[in-house]
């Protein structure tokens, strides 16, 4: 079995984890498997043999960046090698410049927005603002992408920012497109700018749907993640050593990508 690397988990403070991760099974309207404190995190992880993880949380305000930031490098810092962190910005923030900047002195290595959750067009001009700065500071972007019920982080919305910042890495969360992952993908794999990840994905698709999402995007672009604590890693994992990837194309899957994309050494 290879190493795997975890790139996409919720994490929050003990005190408000479960009702945070109720809150996020409340949006897409469906069960959630755990609660989102660091310590289930670790114990699914490791019956998972998950090795490393990639750790973040969302503002929903602006006031809420700095304490995300400073709880998530916190927990990298605590975690003995064990995670790496990436951070949060808003749209709305007054000081955007200098919240990347703590971003990159914390040590995380990147940012994760939410846009539908977070409720901004990720092209409009607070959008992009947020992929100059990430462009300038050399931070992989991960956007959630897709939902049939909003226009703020579909197709669409992305191809503008691909388009617009081609030096730019941008993992598009779920496919690059949660519900719309067929339309997503057809028009997103030319971008080479983009990887994806295949977190809250096979819960919803056919094995066969699967399977082309691989063929368009390619191995050596798709990151491997369980959206914890929306679901269990081992079954993630079960799903993917199922359809018949290749043991190179598992293992660029499964922590070669990540490792490249986060600087993470095992």
């Given amino acids: 079995m290879f190493p795997v690397i975890d790139t996409h988990c919720h994490i929050y ?13 409340s949006f897409y309207d469906i069960g959630m498997h755990y609660d989102g404190r660091l ?23 602006p006031h809420q960046v700095h304490s995300i930031n400073t709880f998530i490098a916190q927990n990298v810092r605590d975690g003995g090698g064990r995670f790496t962190g990436l951070g949060t910005l808003h749209p709305d923030s ?3 410049e200098d919240d990347v900047k703590e971003i990159v002195s914390l040590g995380l290595k990147g940012v994760k927005l939410h846009p539908d959750v ?3 067009p990720i092209d409009d001009p607070r959008g992009m603002r947020i992929c100059e700065l990430c462009d300038a500071y050399h931070l992989p972007l991960l956007i959630h992408t897709g939902d049939y019920r909003y226009d703020f982080s579909n197709v669409n919305r ?9 030096n730019l890495q941008v993992i598009g969360a779920h496919f690059g497109g949660w519900s719309l992952w067929a339309q997503a993908a057809e028009a997103l794999y030319k971008f080479d700018n983009l990887a994806v990840d295949s977190s809250s994905t096979f819960h919803w698709v ?6 082309k999402l691989f ?36 293992a660029q899957v499964f922590y070669k990508n990540a490792q490249k994309m986060f600087e993470i050494t095992l």
Wanted: overall charge negative; hydrophobic content about 45%; glycine content about 6%.
């Fill in 13 to 25: 403070p003990d005190k408000i984890a479960l009702k945070a991760a109720k809150g996020i099974g």
């Fill in 39 to 61: 310590d289930t995190l670790k114990a699914v992880s490791a019956k998972a043999h998950v090795v490393h993880s990639v750790i973040f949380s969302v503002a929903t305000t």
């Fill in 94 to 96: 007054d000081t955007m």
């Fill in 118 to 120: 977070q409720q901004f």
């Fill in 158 to 166: 992305l191809i503008p920012i691909l388009e617009a910042f081609p």
């Fill in 206 to 211: 056919s094995r066969d749907t699967a399977k």
């Fill in 215 to 250: 063929s368009l995007y390619g191995a050596d672009r798709v990151l491997f993640g369980s959206d914890f604590p929306m679901w269990d890693p081992k079954d993630e994992i079960e799903y993917l050593l199922g359809l018949g990837l290749s043991d190179d194309e598992l």
